[in-house]
Structures are given as structure tokens and as C-alpha cells.
């Protein structure tokens, strides 16, 4: 209520804390200490084992973070055994915990219970409430309201043509009380809309109460009976109508430390004498320490009326006027010596927020970044108000204006979490997240923060699929950070959504600028990865995904930038994972192929995008007898004249049919072309490019063009692999020596000089030229000033 410091554990630089590393692993696999019952389908805890509170309260804190909807009454059956498993502390904020699941949590005899947006509860858990309730210190029940009775009159008594002057009790009246938590010393309950009494038979019985919060409620016009609280320090009363009836009642609080009498609607917050009584007010309060008049006219025009016309007044006067002068809101002057710890005062009448002199060491307004940070942090509980506070930051980081952007984050990022559903709250964090992430100060970021910046935004495009600003807004922030490293610890999700918002809706309305950017999030996401990630991409749907993409493509004849990315992706994705490339035959992949082949015949970075790919579905010596066809054994030989971009779409043809031919003579199946004729073609080819081309390429490893350097039988298939190895040595020493001599290349290259039978000398030449290139850059870390052959 009021506060302004928000502390986030992801702000820390320290690595995490083992507990919750731990804790983290085992929510995610349920089954290392817990066990599932097979016919109810719950958890229960293993036998034998027994959990302190801590831990049990982190379980909970943390499935929630990881999955609040997932929060049900599956999981919290592990707590079922009140002597094995111990709990004092539960939040359960947007969960679909029932009446049973939280009855079960009763009977641990709870000290704090925060049940706020728990659609599934009924009244049933009013009675199991009262029945554990004499432990209860704090209870938020916020807008959940099916927990409380819709009233306490009987009202099935209550009939018009009755002539009886009073109705039978009901039974809450005759009880005396709705809530029966003796001990309780907070409590938040929002947005009733009941008669007087109610909150009477709510509040009365609660003589300990400190902490009140009754934000939006409203029929509050006469609140005598919150006199009897001798202890309250704190009471919010936001966006409560009528609020100038119940001034004269709160004024007699005198235990009160703050006060929230803030409206979301401006009209409810015009006081016909503003000036005189929110003096009055803070005078009737000595202790006050906090008070929020936002959206209120509290704050007054900033005249002082008394001094208007000094003329007349004794010097004296004057001194004293100018003294108070130092205070520009007139009702607050006698604070001018005692300022507040915080004052509300966004969305004021008469921008109060901007004046020069405020009594209030916090303040929450427009005027500046600390306001805005201020009003951000205090009012995290009110998506109304919150969702015009991040719009007013978001425009800070536009201008490049915000200077605490650690802060800022933090804030940013709390928002969109406690708010995961509402959309417009969504919409503004994340573009902030997005000036965030592409500052330069974004470097600084430490990963724990990092890590929680992506792991918010996937929340948010997972719950707003279907807004396009949502998915621009996380496309765009994901494309600031670096693919894949920064996102590698949600790989799988990250993955799924992506995959989602290319395969659009079906209906040809898709938001195709959404798309774009995604598909290019997917194409980084398959490079510089293992063969496990990559086979994973290819699980989840992406070459079947790729190929409906070319499809369509190919029926509108439309050649752009999504089918060149297709063609990439699926390159990426079946670099040594033979699964993907199976999985691209099997989806008529080389029928795509051909077709692109005709349809698009002079696009060079279309046509390297396919032969890279059919590059690594011919190293799969299971699949080249797939490959095995006239018509594609013809194509790939034409290929090779190719001059399309450099030589990338030859080479690649090269590489192709190296591998068709390292099985052998016996796997030439065909007649036309003959073997023979193409290796010949190969040669000729190989022999044409200029040795220093530089390349648009990247290998992991070599090892499949090593395993060409053993092919004796077909020494053409060699040549291209030394080829190979002499021209990324050459053009990239400082990526591919290292590479070469760690995969064994240097041995399997000085072997085959040695070899009894050599090859043919232009390939004993290439050869002899990649090991003497890595030895120069191992011994000098360059091969600046190396002479080489001319005729290389």
C-alpha cells in the first residue's frame, strides 16, 4: 500500500541460489519426489520423505511463477500430509486451485493466505476459511469474489407484499460476522458493491486489523464502524465513491500512518474545497507518514488564497508568506517542515505534479522519471492506472531519457508478470523491453535479468497470440539479443511460438510482417547449435512448416524473402541430423526443389539456400539412394557450370555429388548421365574456381568432408574435399586451422601424401597446402606474407 520498494531477486549479479535451482528442477520433473496416482491423476509425496517449510513454500511460489494457471489441485495434493509437508505463507494469485485443493492448504493452519483472482473458489471456501482461520494474520482476497456472500440479508424472506416492519435474520446477522479470523491483521478485499451493513459484518469483528484495503468498493458512504480498529496504520480506499462523505470518519483514525483516497475517475474526486479540506485532513492525522490524492483537485491550483494581496500585510507576514511559499500545494503547508514519506499525485487536477515545491520525499505524478518510476512501483496492484504509467515510461525510453534503467526493468518486468492477461499492460512493457534491449546499455544486463526479460515476453506472446503488436513487439525485442546463446534456456518454447506464428492462422491474414521476422528468429535459432537442438526444431514441425511455406509460395508464383528463409532454415536445421533430412524427402522436399528449380531459375541466394540443404541430405548415405534419379543426377551435373553468387551454387553441386559417388561404382544405379562423365564434369568444375573466393558459408565441423579425403576408390571425391579444406584454410585461417587439426584433419591429410598409391598431383598439391597453412597460423596466428603456389 504506497510502497516504492519493489526489491526483484533477478537484480542480483549473484549466481541463483541453489534452492532455487533445485526447486526449479524438480517442479519441472514432478516424479524425482513425488509420485502420480494412476487413477485420480494427482501427485502425492513419496513415502519416506519429508519437507520443512521452506521448501514447500518455495515449491509453490516457484510452479507458480513457472505456470500460475498451472497451479491446481494436482500439485497441491502433495501437501496433503500436514506432518511431512509444513506451509505458513501461500500465494496462489491466479491460480485454479478449488475449494478442495485450498481446504487442503487450510488445514496446515496458514499465517498469510493470498487467494486474489482465484476463479474456482466458491463460498465453500468462506466456511474452511473460518473453520482454519484463527492462525490468519493476512488474507487477500482481492477481486475473488464468488468466495464472499453475495449479501447478508435473507433474501428469500424479503418479499414486497410482506407488512411485517423487519424480516427473520439472516444467518450471517445472527452470527454476527462473515469473516471469523480473530488474528488477522490484513486484509484486501476489492470491488464489492454491497449495502452498509455488510461491510459492517465484514469489518466490526476485525478489531486487530492494520492494513485495509477496499479499493473500488463501493456504497461506502458512512464507515463509522472502522472507528472501533484501534490499531489501523494503513487504509486504501481507491476508487471508492462518495469518498468526501466518509472524510469526516477517517479524520478520527488517529492510528493512521497512510491513506489512499485516490480516484480512477476524475469526476469522483472534485472536493468543492479542496484547499481546506486536505488540510484538515493532515492536521486530523498526526501520524500520517503517506497519503495518495491522485486523480483527486486535493492538490488545489496552487494558490494561497490568504496571501493574494500583500500590500496591506505587516513585513512580518511577508516573511512568513514567502516561507510558506516553499510548499505548492496549499492544503499540505503544514507538512513544509515535516514532509511526507509519499504522496500520490498522478493524474491531479491542475498538474500538481509538476510544481516546484511538494512537501513528500517519494511522489508519484508525470512530471519526471522518478515520479513515473514511483507511480510504477505503487501502483502495480491497478492495471487501469498502471497500463498510463508504463505508456508514460515507455515514452521515456523513446527519447532515450530514462536514466535508471535497472530500476525501470525491474518494474517493467513485475508489471507485465502480475498482469500477464491484460493486453494494453502487455503491449506498453514490452516495447519498453524493447528500447531496453537494444540500448547501449544492454551489454550491462546481467543475465539473470536477461533471462527474465525473454522468459516475460514469451509469457506475453503466449497469452496474446492473436494481437499483432504483441508478437511485432516480441518479435522484435527477441531479434536484440544474441541467437541462440541468450535464449538457449527456453529453446523448446521459444521454438513452439515461433513455429505458431509462421504457420499463422490459415486464413490468409495472417500478419505476414510477424511472420517474417519469426521465421528469421527460427533460422537463427538452428545455427551454431548441436545435433540435439536441431533435431528437436525438426520435432516440433519445422521442415513440414518449412515446405507448406514453399508451397504456397510456389502456387502464387511469388519468389520474396520468406522463401529464401524457408530454403535457410531447413539448411540449418538438417546440418548433420539425419532425421531432419529424412524428414525433408519425406515431405516431397526434392519435388520442391525441382519446382523452385523451374520456377525461379535466376535467384543465386535461392538456389545456394537449396543446394546447401541437398549438401546434407547427400552426406546421409542411407538417404543418397533417394537421390538417385536421372532428372536430379542431370540437375546436379548442370549445376556445376553454374556462376550463380560466386561459386557457392557449383560448389555446393560438387559437394552433392562427392557424396553421391563416394559409395562406389556398384551405387550408380542410373545410366544417364553416366559416373564416369559426371566426375569428369566435377573436375573441370573444381579446377575453375579461384582457391582465395571468399565464402558464404559456415561449417561446425568437417567432419563429413573428411570422411572424403578416405575415399581411394574415387579420387574425384577427394579433390573436391582437399579443395575445400585449401580454401576455407586460406580465406578464414583464424576459424578453420584450429577446426582442421582438432577433427584430425592434419594426420588423415599427411596419410594420404604418404599413401603407397597417391592421389593424382593436383590433389597431393591441395593437400600439401592446407597443412602447411595451418602450421604457419599454429606457429604466427596468420598467414599474412605466406607465399603460396602460383597457380593455387
Not at 491460480?95 to 496446515?108: F, M, T
Not at 464507515?223 to 487504509?235: E, F, G, P, Q, T
Not at 512501483?377 to 492506472?385: G, K, S, T
Request: net charge negative; charged share 25%; proline share 4%.
Amino acid at each position: 500500500m504506497g510502497t516504492t520498494n519493489v526489491v526483484c531477486p533477478w537484480e542480483d549479479s549473484s549466481p541463483e541460489m541453489l534452492l532455487d535451482l533445485c526447486g526449479k528442477f524438480i517442479i519441472h520433473k514432478p516424479e524425482t519426489f513425488c509420485v502420480l496416482h494412476p487413477e485420480t491423476g494427482v501427485w502425492c509425496l513419496r513415502p519416506g520423505l519429508a519437507l520443512p517449510t521452506e521448501i514447500c513454500e518455495k515449491l509453490i511460489s516457484l510452479w507458480q511463477e513457472k505456470d500460475p494457471e498451472g497451479l491446481d489441485d494436482k500439485f497441491i495434493n502433495i501437501f496433503r500430509d500436514v506432518i511431512c509437508t509444513r506451509l505458513k505463507r501461500v500465494t496462489l494469485r491466479n491460480s485454479s486451485v478449488s475449494d478442495d485443493g485450498l481446504n487442503l492448504l487450510l488445514s496446515h493452519h496458514l499465517v498469510e493466505l493470498d487467494v486474489s483472482n482465484c476463479n474456482r473458489l466458491t463460498k465453500r471456501t468462506l466456511d474452511n476459511i473460518n473453520r482454519y482461520g484463527d492462525s490468519l494474520t493476512a488474507l487477500v482476497i482481492g477481486k475473488t469474489k464468488n468466495i464472499l456472500p453475495d449479501s447478508v440479508f435473507k433474501e428469500s424472506l424479503l418479499d414486497s407484499s410482506d407488512s411485517s416492519d423487519s424480516s427473520p435474520l439472516s444467518e450471517i446477522e445472527q452470527r454476527g460476522y462473515i469473516l471469523q479470523t480473530p488474528s488477522l491483521r490484513r486484509l484486501i478485499v476489492r470491488e464489492l458493491d454491497m449495502e452498509p451493513l455488510y461491510y459492517s459484518l465484514l469489518l466490526k469483528p476485525l478489531s486487530k486489523l492494520t492494513h485495509l484495503d477496499l479499493a473500488g468498493c463501493l456504497s461506502l458512504d458512512n464507515i463509522a464502524y472502522i472507528l472501533d480498529m484501534k490499531h489501523l496504520v494503513s487504509l486504501n480506499l481507491y476508487s471508492v465513491r462518495n469518498i468526501q462523505d466518509a472524510l469526516p470518519s477517517i479524520m478520527k483514525i488517529k492510528t493512521l500512518k497512510f491513506l489512499d483516497i485516490s480516484q480512477s475517475i476524475k469526476k469522483y474526486g472534485m472536493f468543492m474545497t479542496p484547499d481546506t479540506v486536505l488540510a484538515e485532513l493532515v492536521s486530523s492525522l498526526p501520524n500520517l507518514t503517506g497519503l495518495d490524492i491522485s486523480g483527486t483537485n486535493l492538490a488545489g491550483d496552487g494558490t494561497f488564497v490568504e496571501y493574494r494581496d500583500t500590500d496591506d500585510k505587516p513585513k512580518e507576514q511577508v516573511e512568513d508568506m514567502e516561507m510558506d511559499d516553499l510548499c505548492d500545494i496549499p492544503g499540505l503547508k503544514s507538512r513544509t517542515n515535516n514532509p511526507l514519506d509519499f504522496l500520490g499525485l498522478y493524474n491531479t487536477a491542475h498538474d500538481a505534479c509538476h510544481r516546484n515545491h511538494i512537501p513528500a520525499k517519494v511522489i508519484t505524478g508525470e512530471a519526471s522519471e522518478e515520479q513515473i518510476l514511483a507511480g510504477t512501483a505503487a501502483y502495480l496492484d491497478r492495471p487501469e492506472v498502471l497500463v498510463k504509467v508504463l505508456n508514460d515510461l515507455f515514452h521515456l525510453f523513446r527519447f532515450e531519457t530514462c536514466h535508471d534503467q535497472p530500476r525501470a526493468l525491474s518494474l517493467i518486468l513485475l508489471s507485465m508478470i502480475r498482469h500477464r492477461h491484460e493486453k494494453h499492460i502487455q503491449i506498453s512493457g514490452s516495447a519498453s523491453l524493447f528500447y531496453i534491449a537494444k540500448s547501449e546499455d544492454k551489454n550491462s544486463l546481467r543475465v539473470r535479468a536477461r533471462q527474465k526479460m525473454i522468459a516475460v515476453l514469451l509469457d506475453a506472446m503466449e497469452a496474446h497470440l492473436d494481437d499483432s503488436t504483441m508478437m511485432r513487439n516480441g518479435c522484435l525485442t527477441l531479434c536484440q539479443f544474441k541467437i541462440p546463446q541468450h535464449v538457449l534456456f527456453e529453446y523448446r518454447r521459444l521454438v513452439q511460438l515461433l513455429l505458431r506464428l509462421i504457420r499463422g492462422r490459415g486464413d490468409g491474414d495472417g500478419d505476414e510482417f510477424v511472420r517474417r521476422i519469426a521465421i528469421y528468429l527460427l533460422n537463427s535459432l538452428a545455427c551454431q547449435v548441436d545435433g540435439e537442438q536441431k533435431e528437436l526444431v525438426g520435432d516440433l514441425g519445422a521442415i513440414e512448416t518449412m515446405l507448406k511455406l514453399i508451397n504456397d509460395r510456389l502456387h502464387r508464383h511469388m519468389h520474396d524473402d520468406i522463401l529464401e528463409i524457408a530454403w535457410s532454415a531447413m539448411w540449418n536445421v538438417t546440418d548433420e541430423t539425419p532425421i531432419n533430412c529424412q524428414r525433408f524427402l519425406d515431405g516431397q522436399g526434392m519435388t520442391y526443389f525441382q519446382k523452385c528449380l523451374k520456377e525461379f531459375p535466376d535467384k543465386p541466394e535461392l538456389l545456394r539456400n537449396m543446394m546447401g540443404l541437398l549438401g546434407n541430405v547427400a552426406e546421409v548415405r542411407e538417404l543418397r539412394p533417394r537421390l538417385m534419379t536421372s532428372d536430379l543426377l542431370t540437375t546436379f551435373a548442370d549445376l556445376l557450370d553454374s556462376n550463380s553468387d560466386g561459386i557457392e551454387v557449383s560448389y555446393n553441386a560438387a559437394g552433392v555429388l562427392s557424396h553421391i559417388a563416394s559409395g562406389g561404382a556398384e551405387t550408380w544405379t542410373i545410366e544417364e548421365p553416366t559416373r564416369a562423365e559426371v566426375l569428369e564434369r566435377m573436375v573441370a568444375a573444381i579446377e575453375r574456381w579461384d582457391l582465395a573466393s571468399k565464402r558464404n558459408i559456415n561449417y561446425r565441423s568437417f567432419e563429413p568432408i573428411l570422411r572424403l579425403l578416405e575415399v581411394h576408390h574415387t579420387p574425384q571425391c577427394q579433390h573436391w574435399a582437399a579443395w575445400a579444406l585449401a580454401n576455407l584454410t586460406r580465406v578464414y585461417p583464424e576459424k578453420y586451422c584450429s577446426l582442421v587439426e582438432e577433427e584430425g584433419g592434419i594426420l588423415l591429410l599427411e596419410s594420404l601424401l604418404k599413401s603407397p598409391t597417391p592421389p593424382y598431383m593436383r590433389i597431393q598439391v591441395l593437400a600439401k597446402i592446407v597443412t602447411t597453412q595451418c602450421q604457419h597460423y599454429k606457429e604466427y596466428g596468420s598467414l599474412e606474407h605466406m607465399d603460396l603456389d602460383s597457380d593455387c
